[in-house]
């Protein structure tokens, strides 16, 4: 009875992967009718949506971040906001703000909160490093909590619940780095470069001509929330967890005996970096089919998941050695033991 139990639950997990997965190919060939190229980047927003956490997209103007997140967002039935970030926005632009109503049954004058932006599925946080850190933090309960308290009251957010942030690059004028603390709550931190010479003639003939085919509505937020639970039941071995830890914790100087990690790194990684890392590992192995998670995707999956957690020294900066390089080298020297 138990075998029988078994394998009516193994048909249907694998229904609900061929379903999820069915839903996210739509997915991206909805987004694909407005996005040229950027594959890896467009699966790294998939995986952030499956993980259920929120993506920090970086970029120099002109590469089509906020209409890539435009475009996921109107494949995907769920309320969409837009924030855009400038100098002059306040806290209450983006959670709301208490106003005077009379009640007039009674006569009396109440204050009731209106709800800002912040409640929605989907934000976009349009360029959220060009407004000041205290209007960033204005973010920071909702993207750990999932509710926003105003004057003492506590408002729930509805699930599932994004926050798609774009930033220029700091070095350019008129912006304000984020906080560690805020950025630790990006779950991926993800760069987008320039396309490549057959990408950009693609973008100059299709963007050009008569206006493309609409994007359709392809997936509801019911299915979402199946597959993030989902997600959580991917297999990763005891082997991949205890690689994940040693990764995450090489990062960290004076803690071992990697003298690349002490010359360049100031501060580490901390233990909610190897969390997002296997949890993006298993939404990154669904994505593509699977439902264990591989070396491959851990290496995929690290880069995104620790450039924004490894803070560099001065030296570092100076020499032009980034998180990426850190990475990179924790991957190649830190080995997978397998046991027997």
């Known amino acids: 009875m138990n075998k029988i139990n078994m394998e009516q639950n193994l048909k249907m997990i694998e229904q609900s992967v061929r379903q999820i997965m069915a839903g996210l190919n739509e997915l991206k060939q909805e987004i694909k009718k407005v996005i040229v190229g950027q594959e890896e980047i467009i699966d790294q927003l998939l995986i952030t949506f499956l993980a259920g956490g929120h993506a920090l997209l970086e970029g120099v103007p002109g590469l089509a971040k906020t209409l890539m997140i435009r475009s996921l967002s109107e494949a995907i039935d769920l309320r969409f906001r837009r924030i855009q970030f400038t100098p002059d926005l306040m806290p209450s632009d983006i959670i709301g703000t208490e106003i005077l109503e009379e009640d007039h049954t009674t006569s009396k004058r109440i204050f009731k909160f209106n709800k800002g932006p912040i409640f929605a599925n989907i934000i976009l946080a349009d360029e959220i490093n060009r407004t000041s850190p205290k209007t960033q933090s204005a973010l920071l309960e909702a993207m750990q909590e999932f509710e926003v308290t105003y004057a003492g009251t506590t408002y729930p957010l509805e699930r599932p619940f994004f926050i798609l942030a774009t930033q220029n690059p700091i070095e350019q004028s008129g912006t304000f780095p984020l906080p560690e603390a805020q950025l630790d709550r990006f779950l991926l931190y993800i760069k987008v470069d320039y396309p490549s010479a057959e990408e950009e003639r693609s973008i100059l003939e299709n963007t050009t001509g008569k206006k493309g085919s609409p994007i359709n509505k392809v997936m509801e937020g019911g299915k979402i929330l199946e597959a993030q639970k989902l997600v959580r039941e991917v297999h990763i071995n005891s082997d991949l967890i205890d690689w994940v830890s040693r990764i995450v914790r090489g990062t960290r100087p004076k803690q071992n005996e990697n003298k690349f990690v002490d010359e360049w790194v100031r501060w580490g990684a901390g233990p909610r970096a190897g969390q ?65």
């Not at 998941?305 to 850190?326: C, Q, S, W, Y």
């Open 276 to 340: 997002a890392m296997i949890l993006t590992a298993k939404a990154r192995a669904l994505l593509h089919g699977n439902f264990s998670v591989t070396q491959e995707d851990i290496q995929h999956i690290a880069y995104p998941v620790l450039r924004h957690r490894i803070l560099m020294n001065f030296k570092a900066e100076a020499e032009g050695v980034t998180p990426n390089d850190v990475t990179k080298h924790l991957l190649s020297t830190i080995s997978l033991r397998k046991t027997l």
